[in-house]
C-alpha cells in the first residue's frame, strides 16, 4: 500500500520489559514524526526526523524513550522498562517536505497496553 | 506556552444537522492550522489553511482562518452518521512540532 503503516497494531507489555514500534513511512517522505496520543486527548509530538537526523527530540517524555531513522526511511521508537503511564497509542506520521506545517500523513497506531 | 484549544469537546446531533467546531491558538510561528478526523485509526487529513479568510471547501465539509482572532472554524452540513468521529485541530509552526488540541468528538444520531 501506499499510505503509512506501522506494526505491531497492539502491543501488550508488562511493566519493566522493552518494546519496540516500527513504522514505514510513505516512500520518498523527508520528514518522519512520532507520536503519543492517550485516551481522550489530542496526539502529542514526541520527535521528529529529517531523513535520518533526529532534528528534534523534545517531546520524548524520558530517557527511557529513544527512536531512530538510521537509513532515512524506517523508524523504530524504543521504549525502555516500560512503566503503566505508557500506556497509549503511538501514532507516526510521514510527510513530503521538512517541518511540521505541512500536511502529514498518519499510521494507524500502535496501541500499547502496559501491565 | 503554546496551545491549541477546541471546543466544544463533544457534541451530539441528529442527521441533517449542521454543526460548527471551533479552534483557537496561542502558538509562536505560526504557519499553518490543520484539520484532521479521526475514526478508530490513524487522523485522516481534512485541510490545511494559511491564509486567513479564504474558505476551504470539500463537499459537505468547510473551514476557515481566521488570523487576527488567531481561530478557524469547520463546518459540516447536512451530517451523516458517517461523520461521527474525533475531529483534531493542530497548528504547524516554523519549527518541528505540530501542536493538536484534544479534539472534538461528533456523534450523529439517525
Known amino acids: 500500500g501506499a499510505g503509512v503503516s506501522q506494526s505491531p497494531r497492539y502491543k501488550v507489555a508488562k511493566r519493566g520489559q522493552d518494546v519496540a514500534l516500527r513504522c514505514d513511512p510513505i516512500?520518498?517522505?523527508?520528514?518522519l514524526f512520532w507520536y503519543q496520543q492517550a485516551l481522550g486527548q489530542g496526539p502529542e509530538f514526541l520527535t521528529y526526523?529529517?531523513?535520518?537526523?533526529?532534528?528534534?527530540k523534545s517531546g520524548l517524555p524520558s530517557d527511557r524513550f529513544f527512536a531512530e531513522r538510521p537509513e532515512g526511511s524506517v523508524s523504530t521508537l524504543k521504549i525502555q522498562r516500560t512503566q503503566k503511564e505508557d500506556s497509549a497509542v503511538y501514532l507516526c506520521?510521514?510527510?513530503?517536505?521538512?517541518?511540521?506545517?505541512?500536511?502529514?500523513?498518519f499510521g494507524p497506531g500502535t496501541r500499547l497496553t502496559v501491565l | 506556552e503554546d496551545k491549541v484549544v477546541q471546543s466544544p469537546l463533544s457534541l451530539v446531533v441528529h442527521e441533517g444537522d449542521t454543526v460548527t467546531l471551533n479552534c483557537s491558538y496561542e502558538?509562536?510561528?505560526?504557519?499553518?492550522l490543520l484539520w484532521y478526523k479521526q475514526e478508530k485509526k490513524a487522523p485522516t487529513f481534512l485541510f490545511m489553511l494559511?491564509?486567513?479568510?479564504i474558505e476551504k471547501k470539500s463537499g459537505r465539509l468547510s473551514s476557515i482562518l481566521d488570523k487576527k482572532e488567531l481561530s478557524s472554524i469547520l463546518n459540516i452540513t447536512a451530517t451523516q452518521t458517517g461523520d461521527s468521529a474525533i475531529y483534531l485541530c493542530?497548528?504547524?509552526?516554523?519549527?518541528?512540532?505540530?501542536?493538536f488540541g484534544k479534539g472534538t468528538t461528533l456523534s450523529v444520531s439517525s
Open positions: 502558538v509562536t510561528n505560526f504557519r499553518s
Open positions: 494559511t491564509s486567513s479568510g
Open positions: 516512500s520518498g517522505h523527508v520528514s
Open positions: 526526523f529529517q531523513n535520518e537526523a533526529q532534528l528534534d
Open positions: 493542530a497548528v504547524g509552526q516554523a519549527g518541528t512540532a505540530l501542536i
Open positions: 506520521a510521514s510527510s513530503l517536505a521538512s517541518g511540521s506545517h505541512n500536511e502529514q500523513f
